[in-house]
Every structure is written in structure tokens, then in C-alpha cells.
């Protein structure tokens, strides 16, 4: 059964559109977890526009499933998570100007720094995912750093229509299929929302969706508890 992971860093830009206190990620993932996530997601950014410090301190000590930390593979990150030690880690690419993750990490031309950085990450008891596109050679390259998953980024697939997202798709799951075959665990998550979920879904072969906007969005208007519940329904129900 895949699981499903919640990302609340939008409950954390809530909070930081009036600088105040609410609403707090840390209860906000209480509520997603008894509403049967099986994970929790945050992205500690460079730039701390969301989730704060603080966040990521508080939820190691009280997310009962586990805790998924994203962040750069920059050396003040490394640190910090090897302080907090999270169950795992996303390293993902990072761009002060963008609004959300625009792409995979560039795992191929990265080889040496990723290798060092894993290495420190996995030598704390971390294990460590490498968010990246849907291509074989990135999929080679994050086996070659050794890392123990890559979670597959689905945001061309969700943004595509018609054929285009019918040819996204097949590199998405060409993509489960060679990252299995490399040895390593293989998630998914970005854009991900109730409807475009299913057909990758069908696809089989993902053992965890991340999944955060999508959610948040639907959690304004019904409730955070019943968002995450219709999503659990479809992700245990693959």
C-alpha cells in the first residue's frame, strides 16, 4: 500500500503573511496525521519564507509517523538536519526567486558535492531522497551518489494536457520502473492534486506521495482533517 505524505508549509505561509503565531505547521500535522497521513513533509528554504527553525524542532519531537525534511544540499542545511535528524531527507534544488520548486535536482552534474553530503547525512542515521525529473540519467546518477530514494518530480505531468500529459505520464512511469530496478525506493510528489493523482496511481510502483498545495487548498474550504482524509482514501487505495 503506498503512503501518503502531507506537506503543511502553506499552513506555515499563512502564518508569515501577518508574522504572528497562526495558524502553527505543528498542529497542523497533529490534525493530518489523525487523519491518517503517514508522513509529514516540510521545506526548510535558505530564505526561511515558511517553515522556520522552530518548526522543524518542534515536529521532530512530536510527529509520530515520520518526518520528511526538504532542503538544499547547501552545508548550513546539512547541519541542521543532522542535529534535528528527520527519519529522511529530500534534497531538492532551490532558487530564491521562484514561488515553488520549478524542476528536479541536477543530480548528474553534482556527483562529488551529493556524494559527500549524503554521506555526512546517511554516517547521522538519515536516510536520503534526491527530488528529480523523470529521466534515466538523473535516475543513474542518484543510484551512483548512493542515495536510498529519489522522489520523482510530477509537476510537468500535472501542468501537461491531452497527449502531452499522456507522454508525461509514460516518462513517469519508465521512470518508477528504472529507479526500482537501480535499487532504489522511489516516491513522487509535486502538483499532485484529487483528480491527476489517479492515473499515476494506476501506475503502481510508488511507495509515498508528497503531496501539500493541493490539500491546503481544499482543507480553506472543508477542513483540514476531511482534506487529508479523501487523499489518504485514494493514496491506501491504490
Same mark, same amino acid.
Given at each position: 500500500?503506498?503512503?501518503?505524505?502531507?506537506?503543511?508549509?502553506? %499552513?506555515?505561509?499563512?502564518?508569515?503573511?501577518?508574522?504572528?503565531? &497562526?495558524?502553527?505547521?505543528? @498542529? #497542523?500535522?497533529?490534525? =493530518?496525521e489523525l487523519a491518517g497521513a503517514d508522513g509529514i513533509t516540510v521545506h526548510l528554504r535558505e530564505d526561511r519564507r515558511h517553515i522556520q527553525d522552530r518548526d522543524v524542532m518542534i515536529l521532530k519531537g512530536t510527529v509520530k509517523t515520520q518526518l520528511n525534511l526538504e532542503m538544499a544540499a547547501t552545508d548550513e542545511m546539512v547541519a541542521i538536519a543532522m542535529k534535528v535528524i528527520p527519519d529522511y531527507v529530500t534534497l531538492v534544488p532551490e532558487k530564491r526567486q521562484e514561488l515553488t520548486t520549478e524542476g528536479g535536482l541536477d543530480v548528474a552534474k553534482n556527483i562529488q558535492h551529493?556524494?559527500?553530503?549524503?554521506?555526512?547525512?546517511?554516517?547521522?542515521? %538519515?536516510?536520503?531522497?534526491?527530488?528529480?525529473?523523470?529521466?534515466? &540519467?538523473?535516475?543513474?546518477? @542518484? #543510484?551512483?551518489?548512493? =542515495?536510498?530514494?529519489?522522489?520523482?518530480?510530477?509537476?510537468?505531468?500535472?501542468?501537461?494536457?491531452?497527449?502531452?500529459?499522456?507522454?508525461e505520464l509514460a516518462k513517469i512511469e519508465d521512470a518508477?520502473?528504472?529507479?526500482?530496478?537501480?535499487?532504489?525506493?522511489?516516491?513522487?510528489?509535486?502538483?499532485?492534486?484529487?483528480?491527476?493523482?489517479r492515473p499515476v496511481l494506476a501506475l503502481g510502483g510508488v511507495e509515498e506521495y508528497n503531496i501539500g498545495h493541493s490539500i491546503i487548498s481544499r482543507a480553506v474550504l472543508v477542513g483540514l482533517d476531511r482534506a487529508v482524509r479523501e487523499m489518504a482514501d485514494l493514496v491506501h487505495g491504490s
Open positions: 500500500m503506498a503512503k501518503l505524505g502531507v506537506n503543511v508549509d502553506h %499552513i506555515a505561509t499563512i502564518r508569515q503573511a501577518r508574522g504572528g503565531t &497562526e495558524p502553527d505547521p505543528v @498542529s #497542523a500535522a497533529a490534525i =493530518a551529493l556524494t559527500k553530503q549524503i554521506e555526512l547525512l546517511q554516517s547521522a542515521g %538519515i536516510m536520503v531522497s534526491l527530488f528529480v525529473d523523470p529521466d534515466l &540519467e538523473q535516475l543513474k546518477a @542518484s #543510484a551512483q551518489v548512493k =542515495a536510498d530514494c529519489v522522489e520523482i518530480h510530477t509537476g510537468s505531468y500535472c501542468e501537461a494536457k491531452g497527449r502531452e500529459q499522456t507522454a518508477i520502473k528504472a529507479g526500482r530496478k537501480l535499487g532504489l525506493c522511489v516516491n513522487a510528489g509535486h502538483g499532485l492534486n484529487y483528480q491527476n493523482i
